[in-house]
């Protein structure tokens, strides 16, 4: 879908000719559901017959008569549930994203090029929703989202008769245009983003290299003016970068270390974004077990986050600077690859002992942020990577691990995720934890043991850091297989992309100290 194609009017809804026409009816308990006045009388029926209550994706589909005065093919009133009694806004815009998910779905099953989307009126929304451009915006994220799918390499199988998706979404409001549409944009901006990163990670590992991180970085900042710059195996040697070139010895394709930046002349601060871009983990000599292997492809979905957060930033040019970082390689067995028991240099002068070759993910976050760190000199660093299989064990698929060495910042990623969906739960890091990760030969070791594996990986990190206000997202266990919602499809969520989009949305100076 192009995004151009996604547009706002005050047009009367029953005057547009379209495939799908969307009305949103609000659960209100024991009691018929708030709706638009043009499809009440159905409601009407249909609740006084027990069909429909307004439940979130509870459904009436039915057919304007012919001749009408609608120009619709179908009309579809959705249920939201009570999105009017939730006060907290997270989880009123989730309703929202999540009834605009729905509306997706049914236009798939209905197999419909277009949709008119009537927004519901503020009055029968929560007053968490009281701004209409934040509801808009929500509904918008949804449908987009749940619009997304992945058919690039379908080509002897996909039939002309295969449903495509959406070619155009409109969205009609009473008033209020110039506020909806704001709304309406930042939505394209962070769900078309989302969906990007979405479609790096299904990209196959023999399609999707450090070559194509770089590739994709570097178009992005010729279209639209960010700064690009791409650290070669070369100049990583030099630089004594021995995390990642250690992890990408076994390898054919060089490692790389991606740089985009936006940093306007007068901004107030600058938040470093690093995320690891391993774009397929065989496990190297401490070799994965075949059964979903396949799925580690997946493993640059922390990369690809912060990669298409910067898409956001270049459209939306805020006040604050920020900067992306993406580590990029493969960590394979080959004949040079790096051997359990073997000893490396970070680029801050660490030396790590390597315990285990499959706990890479922490090793080339560590250049990344070391480098990063002293060459930026940022207000405040958050890195994200599919990083433990230890945090699926504790938090499930629902929520990101997050550890930190800063309380303010815990805070502010904790509004962002919320906001956009995608929740966070704070982990405990101490002295305790960092010393499972003391080496006897080494300054440190890359694992700790299973005990606590995702925080033993965050000490490891941590590092790295100093006394940088930082915040570490482990995203293995949402970043695919993430809580199934209407907006989220099977496969790669593209998660964390628009928690880093709302986190520099709203940045304050002097968030963070």
Not at 479 to 489: G, L, N, Q, R, V
Request: overall charge neutral.
């Amino acid at each position: 879908m192009k995004k151009d194609h996604i547009t706002t009017t005050t047009k009367a809804a029953e005057t547009i000719k379209t495939d799908l026409l969307v009305y949103f009816a609000v659960e209100k308990k024991d009691k018929m559901p708030a709706c638009d006045a043009a499809v009440k009388p159905q409601v009407e029926k249909a609740f006084e017959l027990n069909d429909f209550s307004g439940k979130a994706a509870e459904q009436i589909l039915f057919y304007p008569p012919d001749p009408s005065n609608i120009s619709a093919a179908r009309i579809l009133v959705l249920g939201t549930g009570p999105v009017n009694k939730e006060k907290d806004k997270g989880a009123a815009l989730d309703m929202l994203r999540e009834a605009g998910g729905q509306v997706a779905k049914v236009c798939a099953s209905v197999k419909a090029k277009d949709v008119v989307i009537c927004l519901p009126p503020p009055k029968h929304l929560s007053p968490a929703l009281a701004d209409p451009d934040v509801s808009a915006g929500a509904l918008a994220e949804g449908v987009i989202l749940g619009d997304y799918r992945f058919e690039k390499y379908k080509e002897s199988t996909k039939k002309k008769t295969d449903y495509l998706g959406l070619d155009a979404i409109k969205f009609v409001c009473s008033d209020n245009l110039e506020s909806i549409r704001q709304g309406v944009e930042k939505a394209k901006n962070s769900a078309f983003a989302a969906c990007t990163a979405r479609d790096m990670a299904n990209e196959p590992g023999n399609h999707w290299t450090s070559a194509d991180f770089a590739a994709y970085a570097e178009q992005l900042a010729a279209d639209t003016g960010l700064g690009y710059r791409c650290l070669e195996k070369k100049e990583m040697e030099q630089m004594g970068m021995g995390g990642i070139l250690a992890v990408n010895q076994g390898s054919d394709v060089p490692a790389r270390m991606v740089i985009l930046e936006y940093l306007p002349e007068e901004r107030s601060e600058t938040i470093l974004l690093v995320g690891k871009g391993l774009t397929f983990d065989s496990g190297g000599i401490s070799i994965k077990p075949s059964a979903g292997m396949a799925d580690m492809k997946y493993d640059m979905c922390g990369g690809a986050a912060v990669m298409c957060a910067m898409q956001a930033v270049a459209l939306e040019k805020p006040d604050v600077g920020v900067v992306a970082i993406v580590p990029a390689t493969d960590n394979m067995s080959g004949s040079k690859a790096i051997h359990p028991g073997d000893i490396i240099r970070h680029y801050n002068g660490v030396t790590s002992e390597v315990i285990n070759t499959d706990a890479e993910g922490r090793l080339i976050l560590a250049d990344a942020l070391a480098w990063g760190i002293e060459y930026f000199k940022p207000t405040c660093v958050l890195d994200t990577a599919t990083l433990t299989g230890a945090v699926i064990m504790g938090l499930g698929h629902h929520y990101t691990g997050l550890v930190s060495n800063n309380d303010a910042l815990v805070k502010a990623v904790e509004t962002a995720g919320n906001l956009a969906g995608e929740p966070v739960w704070r982990l405990p890091l101490n002295k305790h934890y960092e010393k499972q990760i003391e080496s006897k030969v080494a300054d440190i070791k890359n694992t700790g043991g299973k005990p606590a594996g995702t925080i033993t990986a965050a000490a490891y990190l941590l590092k790295f850091v100093g006394k940088t206000p930082w915040a570490h997202l482990d995203i293995a266990g949402t970043a695919w297989d993430f809580t199934e919602k209407a907006y989220i499809p099977k496969g790669p969520s593209g998660t964390a992309t628009r928690t880093f989009i709302n986190l520099v949305r709203n940045w304050k100076k002097g968030n963070v100290k």
